[in-house]
Every structure is written in structure tokens, then in C-alpha cells.
């Protein structure tokens, strides 16, 4: 038993969509939530600096002492490797990816066996989730589309599945999935589910659309059980969420991935100094 807290991140606001699987699944456990919403997005760049942002993300993470760490970021965890390998080595607590869940669970739900990525060009430009299919079944055909313009319409608010421009971004970005005739497709950038309903109607019912915030989100509660780490309070878990930009801006979208206004408390902190 571990009474300590989780620790979330992602490089915005994507990464409520696992918060909230969590908070679901889990709901005494206290929740540490951070959001690098002075530096989002991280999809555009290098490697390098991804790596160097998401040290400091969990940096920050470990001064609040959490017990394990999910990055709810594709961007990230793609990055990262299958099992957190380049990030982890400064941890000394569990890492979890949304990499390899959300791997497992398209290898699972594949019919004939073609599937889509839709990830940040970070995501799509390293192949993760390529290699990662392979080594479960060598013979997936696995097609990549990264989706730059997701992310700011996300972030903005344009998610109503009605949002002229944000349908039209997504049959733009869907063709080649459509014609490559996937019946799978990965959302591997967590802030995609926020747009699944618009991504479905695109695809068609019969696409199995996978989140992957909620997808690490179900890992770790299983990684908890089985580490024996879960709380054992049975009050209502505390929220505290950080961003490093205004915690006004974050508030007012937030509620968009939440379903609901943001419970617990919002703070702002300098990230560089981690
Ligand atoms: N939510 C992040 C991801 O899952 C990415 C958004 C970004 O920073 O580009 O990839």
C-alpha cells in the first residue's frame, strides 16, 4: 500500500483525457495533474528538447513525491521508448508510457489486421508505435498520419462535432486512412479523443477508434495493483493540477476534456527551475 500520489503529465491539457480514465478508475487515490502549457506543443520538435522537457515534467513530479509517473503525452512515451527506457533512468519511481497499452489494445481489436496512427510528427516521424506492433505480430500493417493541426483546434476549443473547420481538418487527415482501408485506428496523441466523436464519424462506425490516455490510464491501475501500490484511504482522492502558463487559460478549456469544471486546486509554477 502507497497513501502517495500520482503523478500526470503531459505537454497541455491532452493529457485530462487519461487523468480523468484515472480519476474514474481510481477514484481515493490523490492525483497530482501537470500541464506544460507555457511550452505545448511538444509534437513539432526535436528529440532533444522532447526529452529535455519531459526530465523537467518529472523532475517537477517527483518534488511532490508521487508514487509512479504516467506521461499522458504519445508524444513523449513515443520518445521515450516501449518501456520509458531513455527517461526512466532518472526515476525512482515506476514509469508508465501510453505506448505499449495502446499497442496491445489495437493488436487485440484488429479484424484484418490493417492499422492507423494518428499522432503529433514527433510520434509518426519515430515509428513507436510501428516497432511496438511488429514485436506483438510481426504481420500488422501499421499506416502513420501525423495531425499537426489537431492540436491547436483542441486546445482552442474548436472540438464541437459540428466545427466546420475542425471536419474538415479531419477528412483532410483521414484520406489516406480511409483508402489504406484500416478497421483500427490508434488516437495516439492523448488530446484526440476530444475530437473522437467528428474522427468516427469520418472513419465510420466500424473503425475501432483507440484512446490512449485511457488505455496508459487502465495500465497503471493494474501496474499499482500489482506492485501493491494502490491507497488504501478510502475518502475521496485530492486533484492538484500545475500548469507553467496562466492558470486562468487552463481552467476554461480544461472542462472541456473533463466533461465537467475543474475540481481541486490549479496552480502556476516555473518550470525551468526543474
Ligand atoms: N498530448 C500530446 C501527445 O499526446 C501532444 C501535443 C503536443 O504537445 O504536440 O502527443
Do not use: W
Request: negative net charge.
Amino acid at each position: 500500500m502507497d497513501n502517495r500520489p500520482i503523478g500526470v503529465f503531459d505537454s497541455g491539457l491532452g493529457g485530462l483525457t487519461a487523468f480523468k480514465a484515472l480519476s474514474k478508475l481510481l477514484p481515493n487515490e490523490d492525483i497530482v495533474y501537470f500541464g506544460d502549457t507555457g511550452r505545448v506543443p511538444y509534437g513539432t520538435r526535436s528529440r532533444e528538447t522532447i526529452v529535455k522537457y519531459a526530465r523537467q515534467d518529472m523532475a517537477f513530479l517527483q518534488s511532490k513525491d508521487v508514487k509512479m509517473i504516467l506521461a499522458a503525452c504519445g508524444t513523449v512515451s513515443s520518445v521515450a521508448g516501449s518501456k520509458g527506457e531513455l527517461l526512466s533512468d532518472t526515476l525512482n519511481v515506476p514509469f508508465v508510457g501510453v505506448l505499449r497499452p495502446t499497442a496491445r489494445e489495437a493488436a487485440t481489436a484488429t479484424r484484418n489486421g490493417k492499422i492507423g496512427v494518428l499522432g503529433t510528427t514527433a510520434t509518426v516521424r519515430s515509428g513507436s508505435y510501428q516497432k511496438e506492433l511488429a514485436a506483438i505480430n510481426p504481420d500488422l500493417q501499421v499506416f502513420g498520419q501525423d495531425c499537426p493541426l489537431f492540436v491547436p483546434l483542441v486546445e482552442s476549443g474548436f472540438v464541437q462535432p459540428g466545427d466546420p473547420i475542425t471536419r474538415l481538418t479531419v477528412e483532410r487527415y483521414l484520406a489516406p486512412m480511409k483508402e489504406a482501408d484500416v478497421d483500427t485506428l490508434i488516437l495516439g496523441c492523448t488530446h484526440y479523443p476530444i475530437i473522437a466523436p467528428v474522427i468516427s464519424e469520418v472513419m465510420g462506425k466500424d473503425v475501432v477508434l483507440i484512446n490512449s490516455g485511457r488505455e496508459a490510464a487502465r495500465f497503471c491501475v493494474a501496474l499499482l495493483a500489482e506492485m501493491e501500490l494502490l491507497t488504501e484511504k478510502t475518502a475521496p482522492g485530492e486533484r492538484h493540477f500545475y500548469v507553467s502558463d496562466r492558470t486562468e487559460g487552463f481552467s476554461s478549456v480544461a472542462g472541456i476534456f473533463l466533461g465537467q469544471d475543474v475540481q481541486g486546486e490549479v496552480s502556476h509554477i516555473d518550470i525551468d527551475k526543474y
